[in-house]
């Protein structure tokens, strides 16, 4: 892995800064993996705001929702776009379907060329969602060959946030799903989100799952909607497991050989609820014993183990 110092943009998502090393890399290709309804489109909002606090160019296409409903939505989380610019409908471009192809492939290279020759700082690009993309070119050979060509124009323009819709599967990482796979591949990086549904602290999470040319936090992270930033990652844990050496006892130990069976077992969702109890198992210094039982909660949850035994 090299450890060159690349330059880096704030992702204006509160904490994933901090997963990822300092920020998203300048011209590199980002993905937010998650399944419907998890916040993949309020990710790229998120982005795109930060982009004009910022002064950067900014490239929103979105092959899904019209750029009003988009700036209603992102207004309704406090993300106020309209506050940024006169003309905030002209910063989203919706591609109709019957027009991807044509766009991505021909009118994107000419758009990337046109502006390569403007003296714009910095570009930040969005693609919301690339999934009706990967729809037009079922084989992964052509997604792959499509995919690059895309890229290339795309990362010579600026830094690339791209959602990628994951068929709905509880605890299931995206790596091994055909709708996930080539986007997956050829990214630079790849944020895993999901909607786990356990309620509590941990019922929306964040996994940075893939960081090329950087070292990244592997944990999974409690994600929060909040009004104002939109999305917030609690990172807390990252310090609690640095600085605070877990107290022994035996109701600890008993918890994480359970936590290290799970964690080896064959089924995904098991491993997910492995890896969540760790990172409450880190955070445990600070907590008097009644808030274990958050732990155990989650290990014996009902809705879990039902979920588990399908
Ligand atoms: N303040 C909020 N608190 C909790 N959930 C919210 C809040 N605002 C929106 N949502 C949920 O976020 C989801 C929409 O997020 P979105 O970014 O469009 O997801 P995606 O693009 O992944 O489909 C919806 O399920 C909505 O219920
Ligand atoms: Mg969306």
């Known amino acids: 892995m090299s450890m060159i110092n690349h330059e880096r943009i704030s992702s204006g998502i509160e904490g994933l800064d901090v997963l990822m090393n300092g920020g998203i890399i300048k ?9 419907s309804g998890t916040g993949k489109t309020t990710f790229a909002l998120a982005y795109l705001y930060q982009g004009l606090l910022e002064g950067d160019h900014t490239l929103y296409l979105s092959f899904e929702e019209t750029p009003s409903k988009l700036i209603g939505e992102a207004e309704s989380l406090g993300i ?12 989203i471009h919706l591609v109709e379907s019957e027009k991807i ?22 570009t930040r690009i969005i693609v919301d969602p690339l999934t009706p993309i990967l729809w037009e070119f079922p084989s992964e050979k052509e997604q792959r060959k499509v995919l690059t060509k895309i890229y290339h124009h795309l990362s010579s323009l600026g830094t690339v946030l791209q959602t990628v819709e994951e068929p709905n599967a509880f605890g299931q990482t995206d790596i091994g799903a055909k ?18 549904g356990l309620g509590g602290k941990y019922n929306r999470t964040c ?40 107290v022994n006892d035996i109701r600890y ?8 069976e799970l964690s080896k077992d064959k089924d995904p969702k098991k491993r997910v609820i492995a890896q969540i109890a760790k990172n409450l198992l880190g955070e445990r210094e600070n907590r008097d014993s009644s808030q274990n039982m958050e732990l155990v909660k989650v290990l014996t949850d009902n809705q879990i183990l039902q979920e588990v035994r399908k």
């Open 101 to 122: 192809v044509e766009f991505m492939t021909n009118i994107l290279p000419a758009l990337a060329q046109k502006l390569k020759h403007r003296n714009v700082k910095h």
């Open 179 to 196: 709708e996930t796979r080539v986007p997956i591949y050829l990214s630079d990086s790849v944020i895993h989100i999901q909607n786990l």
């Open 80 to 91: 106020n776009i309209r506050e940024m610019t006169n003309d905030a409908e002209d910063l």
């Open 253 to 260: 130990q008993e918890l994480m050989k359970r936590v290290k």
């Open 27 to 35: 011209n590199s290709i980002n993905s937010i993996v998650g399944s």
């Open 207 to 246: 996994k940075v799952i893939k960081s090329r040319k950087t070292p990244h936090h592997e944990g999974i992270y409690p994600l929060n909607f909040v009004n104002g930033p939109g999305l917030v990652i609690d990172t807390s844990s990252i310090q609690n497991v640095a600085f605070n050496p877990v």
